[in-house]
């Protein structure tokens, strides 16, 4: 129901625009759609501050010390990145702002199907994380490599929601990004005797080469996960992070393979 206003308000910015662009004359159509996405851009914020991260800390002080902490699927950051672009985009390539909008509106409604889900099916988290790909692919254009590679005997296999989506956005935010030239983002799934092995490559900005601070936020999230997988899986579970030469770093994860009943 929380992120249900997001989508609402996303759908509502996309009509909007349709209606900017074939009801006013060329000189004004512009302004009318900056306008519509400055609209968007302040009701998301709005929104979202009110029903997606402020109840968020309020759980977080409730449940203190009751076990690890689930992460909030949307990002604030990623959501107001997402507008700017679209927000550029218009200025030379309407059409793929355009594609960028329907994207961030499916993958908002992907995120609700798992939204206050404790285990989903694997697929519907890889669709998260494909969605997500493909809007951050229109921000960083072609430097942006990805690859997403899921053997279809494990789409069923259930694994703890949202474990997987804050590994990705920190592939892109302290890899990608700070990364110059090509880089590429690669997923790779398969079963490995009875285990499930989930496989994240980053060739974008290594751990030798990163800012201390960047690190630190890297160190702090693997650490959530393997909290999550200790909950979850006990000591049957394997996080692994190392870096990959001569560029990049390498998240690997080793969970039970538990198909759903």
Sequence with gaps: MRIA??????????ILIAVSCSVFPEPLRLAAVLLALAGVGGGAAMIASKTCWAPRREKVMANKGS?????????QLFLFNTLHNIQALIHF??????RTLEQLADYVRAVMQVEGQEWVYLSNELKCIDLYLQIEGARFGDRLERS???DDDCR??????????PL???????????????TRVSISVHKEKNRLAIELLDMGEGFDSQ??????KRRLLYER???????AFGSAAEFKSAAVVPIGCRVRLLLPFQPAA
Aim: net charge negative; with cysteine.
């Design 211 to 216: 800012p201390e601070m960047c690190m630190e």
């Design 225 to 231: 996960v393997k909290d999550r997988l200790q909950n």
């Design 5 to 14: 206003w997001i989508v609402c308000w996303i759908l509502f910015t996309g």
């Design 93 to 98: 390539d309407a059409p793929r702002a355009s």
């Design 67 to 75: 076990g690890p902490e689930k992460t909030v699927p949307i990002s």
């Design 168 to 182: 990705v956005e920190t592939a892109l935010r302290h890899g990608v990004e700070a990364f110059e030239g090509k």
């Design 156 to 165: 069923e296999v259930m694994i703890p929601s949202c474990l997987l989506q």
């Design 148 to 150: 997403l590679k899921i």
